[in-house]
């Protein structure tokens, strides 16, 4: 059974860092690319960051410069560095591993609030 469970998110002041872990199992990691998405109140979710099996990243405009996404195979995990922040970060922030188009799975999410 494929488990996929997120974690670091809370509330930090503009300005502040965050780092998001993603942890998968049930799976062989290594063979799935991983990615970052949001979804703000009264907004579409957005893909924030993605790296492949690779190890080739790519990020939402609105994140570049400020957020980094790594992954570490013999953990399991993916990270979402995330520094710089705004307000306009805030979100729930949801992982997704993916094998490509018929194996994809998500994390319940964890959310992120960047306020005074």
């Known amino acids: 059974q494929v488990q996929v469970v997120e974690s670091g998110g809370g509330l930090v002041q503009p300005g502040g860092s965050l780092r998001l872990s993603c942890s998968a199992s049930g799976l062989t990691f290594s063979r799935y690319d991983m990615n970052w998405y949001r979804q703000a109140p009264g907004k579409e979710r957005e893909s924030v960051a993605s790296i492949t099996t690779t190890g080739n990243t790519d990020y939402a405009d609105s994140v570049k410069g400020r957020f980094t996404i790594s992954r570490d195979n013999v953990k399991n995990t993916v990270y979402l560095q995330m520094n710089s922040l705004k307000p306009e970060d805030t979100a729930v922030y949801r992982c997704?591993?993916?094998?490509?188009?018929?194996?994809?799975?998500w994390g319940q999410g964890t959310q992120v609030t960047v306020s005074l």
């Open positions: 997704n591993v993916r094998r490509g188009i018929s194996s994809s799975y």
